[in-house]
Nanobody
Framework: QVQLVESGGGLVQAGGSLRLSCAAS????????MAWYRQAPGEQRELVAS???????KYADSVKGRFTISRDHAKNTVYLQMNSLKPEDTAVYYC?????????????????WGQGTQVTVFS
């Protein structure tokens, strides 16, 4: 059973920082791209940042210069360092990854999501 387990959310004052972590566990062949999404109440889920297997990164315009995504292949983990947080960053943050398993000798790639971690920024 493959799982993405997130940690690091919480309550922080505007201007502060938080670091989110997401670790993949279980039995799998490999991990492809990884990303962080967020969903605020009444809003659609949006992409915050993504990172490829070769460490190429992309960011939403709203977080450029404030958030940094990184990954550790050895630990099967992706991180999101969030600095200069604003109240509008308040949301549930979800980790996503495309993970490859071997099923009956065939590589099978599927999307996996974490359970979500709440980030609340107060002014």
């Amino acid at each position: 059973q493959v799982q993405l387990v997130e940690s690091g959310g919480g309550l922080v004052q505007a201007g502060g920082s938080l670091r989110l972590s997401c670790a993949a566990s279980g039995t799998f062949f490999g991990i492809g791209p990884m990303a962080w999404y967020r969903q605020a109440p009444g809003e659609q889920r949006e992409l915050v940042a993504s990172i490829s297997t070769s460490y190429s990164t992309k960011y939403a315009d709203s977080v450029k210069g404030r958030f940094t995504i990184s990954r550790d292949h050895a630990k099967n983990t992706v991180y999101l360092q969030m600095n200069s947080l604003k109240p509008e960053d308040t949301a549930v943050y979800y980790c996503w990854s495309k993970i490859v398993k071997i099923v009956k000798s065939i590589q099978e790639s599927n999307d996996y999501w974490g359970q979500g971690t709440q980030v609340t920024v107060f002014s």
